[in-house]
């Protein structure tokens, strides 16, 4: 019986030190007072967008993941108040920045492009149904969603055309391009559609009938992986059957596939900030995340930390996150990179 707690203790020390080795490898880079939003994968940089408390803009971006650099840019001439960047993305070569702001108690958008993130091309919506929320490229046009169960599609970012869908009372936050289908949520009832051309679309029957909420879609290993808000993921290779993978940790906040691994971040308890990993999405690793503390800080006020986004380049993940007072405000971004 002794023999078999000594073998156990041993077992249970390595796996603690492959796990706190494993924690110690993440490099943590730190942007005081400018919270980060996602961070994407262009082929030749890690780009990443932030924001300080005056709502200046800044465009934070790195070769290798490790040494970033960080230049202030103009992305609000047109007035004044709360700016809210709905989206940040990397599609077609172009950074694509959906924006919604408050100018004195009037909600406006516009959408942002640039192809050096550095200067900006700026179309102002001109109707409620180009106030968009989120947008896609699928390998001939850019489809975005946006007020009043509006699509609209345009080949160049400026001239769009408005379609109408099934019914007025949609309401797509969401889009994804997947394996060259497309799939949206509907704000207000939760419903997955799915579509071929973002014209005409059609309930997944299953997520209506088990009431999921998905959170987003992507394609790996010859399989669509949907990830809801409830931290489940599903997977299906012709999006008609889906298997519960029964994630049993946290909600994840993102997921994505690497070269060897899938890599998901979710905000713990008490401020905690977590990366998972699997090879097959059955066996998971953990690895906590503990960051540098401002002690002095830290003593007197409740510091919250969550992660933003994550984004993988053939040979290391980078992570995106903030911390702060609260979930409205930020005292710093945080950059983590894999070895």
Known sequence: MKKYIILIYLGLMLFFSIHCAKERKWQ???????????VVWTG????????????SRYFLNSADG????????ILNPMGTGNIYVQTFKWINNHYVVLVTF??????????????????WTQIPATTDTQKFKDIVWDSSKYIAVGEIGSISTSTDLINWTKHSLSSSDLQFNEIYYVNNRLFARDNSSNK??????????????????????????????????????????????DTVTWTNRMFLGPNLRHLIWGSEDYVGVVNGSKGSMEIWSSK???????????????IITDMFSYTSRFFTGVAYNGNRYVIS??????????????????P
């Open 280 to 294: 097959d999405l059955s066996f998971w690793r953990q690895y906590v995340y503990k960051p540098t503390v401002d």
């Open 102 to 119: 408050n100018n004195y108690n009037t909600l406006l958008a516009y959408t942002a492009f640039s192809t050096d993130g550095i200067s």
């Open 44 to 55: 030749t940089q890690f780009v990443a967008m932030g924001e300080d408390r005056l709502l």
């Open 66 to 73: 490790v040494t970033w650099t960080s230049q202030a840019i």
């Open 192 to 237: 997955i559609y799915k579509s071929t051309d973002g014209i005409a679309w059609q309930i997944i029957d299953f997520f209506l009938a088990d009431n999921m909420n998905q959170r987003y879609f992507f394609f790996a290993n010859n399989k669509y992986i949907a990830v809801g808000y409830s931290g489940d993921i599903y997977t299906s290779t």
């Open 28 to 38: 943590e880079v730190k942007f005081p007072g400018i919270c980060i939003g996602n």
């Open 321 to 338: 996150g903030v911390e702060g007072f609260s979930d409205y405000t930020c005292r710093a971004g945080v950059i983590l990179t894999s």
